[in-house]
């Protein structure tokens, strides 16, 4: 039996220089209050980046613009495998105007903060990139 495979796009979005914006999962999703680059899913016959784009839409109430792919990890977790592209990108519009859809919290913060926040293993993996580990 072949596992299942999630294929997920997040966002590295800088509100200033080295200040980026973490999303905290809810409470009832999985890995509960966990932080993550905000995104989501991939759905079928969908580009990475109008993924992340819809995903930031739908979470947050806010509209990017994709610069470039900067990280792609593998992680496999319990029950199913996941690949995680992460994807630079710039808000469009104001950084005050987020709203809370389908997250419970988040935090711009910046690469020295990161230590301070729970990650899932595979945006872990970005965050010790971040960091130079």
Known sequence: MSRR??????????????????????PS???????????????????????LARELDEDLGIRIRVTRQVNVIHHAYDDYDVELVILACHLVGDPDALVHRGVHDHRWVTV???????????DAQTVARLLGL
């Not at 294929?7 to 999962?25: D, F, H, K, N, W």
């Not at 020295?112 to 595979?122: I, K, S």
């Open 112 to 122: 020295e903060e990161l230590p301070n926040y729970r990650f899932p293993p595979a």
């Open 29 to 51: 999703s999985s890995l509960p209050l966990l932080w993550e680059f905000p995104g989501g899913r991939v759905e079928e016959g969908e580009s990475d980046e109008v993924a």
């Open 5 to 26: 495979k999630i294929r997920v796009v997040g966002a590295m979005l800088e509100s200033t220089p080295g200040s980026y914006l973490i999303t905290q999962r809810k």
